[in-house]
Antibody
Framework: EVQLLESGGGLVQPGGSLRLSCAVSGFTFSSYAMSWVRQAPGKGLEWVSIITDSGTKTYYADSVKGRFTISRDNSKNTLYLQLNSLRAEDTAVYFC??????????????WGQGTLVTVSS | QTVVTQEPSFSVSPGETITLTCGLSSGSVSTSHSPSWYQQTPGQAPRTLIYSTNTRSSGVPDRFSGSIVANKAALTITGVQADDESDYYCMLYMGSGIRVFGGGTKLTVL
């Protein structure tokens, strides 16, 4: 069974930093690209970032580019998201998601339950 | 800036058939955007329904179907049931690794 378990969320002041983790099991982590998607309270889903299976390429939404960094440790089956220079509008539940494998498949086929990040003074 | 548009809300009676759409603020949606659809109930993680325009994810009932209609991605639910009441999000692949979600449609089953 595929499992994705996010952690690391919490309350942080504006301008602060936080590192989120997503520990996975049930599949060969090193074979899949992984992504972060967030959802502000009462709002819709927003794609944040994605990293290739090897970790050599990363991509970001404009809203977080230059502030957030996605990374992974394939030896630990763990995905990370480093959040810096946090703003109130970064307050959201952050989901990790597994990109489906296959040519032309750009969607996500498994999701974690999310971790809440609250940016407030 | 790319904006993906969806109907904010939709109300339907049980048994009816509805089509939710997913468009672009500028341009047409095509299969190259590899549209996917996700269902989410409050407090839960999203569930993948449809990918690559019209392929159902494992375990998704065949009353859910995807297509391209009039330059938009479309999610059709045939014979809506009460437990279909959820938020529905489309996602488009914009190239160069970038994905964009639509704003979501809140489906109410009367």
């Amino acid at each position: 069974e595929v499992q994705l378990l996010e952690s690391g969320g919490g309350l942080v002041q504006p301008g602060g930093s936080l590192r989120l983790s997503c520990a996975v099991s049930g599949f060969t982590f090193s074979s899949y690209a992984m992504s972060w998607v967030r959802q502000a309270p009462g709002k819709g889903l927003e794609w944040v970032s994605i990293i290739t299976d090897s970790g050599t390429k990363t991509y970001y939404a404009d809203s977080v580019k230059g502030r957030f960094t996605i990374s992974r440790d394939n030896s630990k089956n763990t995905l990370y998201l480093q959040l810096n220079s946090l703003r109130a509008e970064d307050t959201a539940v952050y989901f990790c998601a597994k990109r489906a494998v296959g040519t032309g498949s750009y969607h996500f086929d498994d999701w974690g339950q999310g971790t809440l990040v609250t940016v407030s003074s | 800036q790319t904006v993906v548009t969806q109907e904010p809300s939709f109300s339907v009676s049980p048994g009816e058939t509805i089509t939710l759409t997913c468009g672009l603020s500028s341009g047409s949606v095509s299969t190259s955007h590899s549209p996917s659809w996700y269902q989410q109930t409050p407090g839960q993680a999203p569930r993948t329904l449809i990918y690559s325009t019209n392929t159902r994810s494992s375990g998704v009932p065949d009353r859910f179907s995807g297509s391209i209609v009039a330059n938009k991605a479309a999610l059709t639910i045939t014979g809506v049931q009460a437990d279909d009441e959820s938020d529905y999000y489309c996602m488009l692949y914009m190239g160069s690794g970038i994905r964009v979600f639509g704003g979501g449609t809140k489906l109410t089953v009367l």
